[in-house]
C-alpha cells in the first residue's frame, strides 16, 4: 500500500466564516472521492489543526499500490476537486508519498 499525505495552507485574506466554509468544501470533495476513484484504500482530510500547526488542512489517504496513486492523480473526479475546491483557495502544497 501506499501513503499520500498532503498538507495545505489557504490563501491569506479569508474571514473566519470563508475559511471555515472552504475549508469544509475541500473536506466533502476530497472525502468523497472515495467509491469513485479506483485503488483508494482510505480518505480523511483534517480540518480543525492544533494551534502549533503550521498549515490549515492535511489529507491522509492510503491507496492499493503506487499506479493506483498515480491513476487518482489524474483521474477526471479527482482533477474536478483540485481544480475547483483546492487550487484556488491555497497557496502552499506540500506532499509526501510513501509504502507501508
Known amino acids: 500500500m501506499v501513503k499520500h499525505i498532503i498538507v495545505w495552507t489557504l490563501n491569506d485574506g479569508y474571514s ?55 491513476g487518482y492523480a489524474i483521474h477526471p473526479d479527482h482533477v474536478e476537486v483540485a481544480t475547483k475546491k483546492v487550487r484556488p483557495f491555497t497557496k502552499i502544497r506540500s506532499c509526501f508519498d510513501y509504502e507501508v
Open 16 to 70: 473566519v466564516s470563508e475559511k471555515e466554509n472552504i475549508l469544509k468544501e475541500i473536506k466533502e470533495g476530497l472525502e468523497g472521492l472515495k467509491g469513485k476513484v479506483p485503488g483508494i484504500v482510505e480518505i480523511k482530510v483534517e480540518i480543525n489543526p492544533l494551534e502549533s500547526s503550521n498549515t490549515d488542512l492535511m489529507l491522509d489517504s492510503t491507496f492499493e499500490n503506487e499506479d493506483a496513486l498515480k
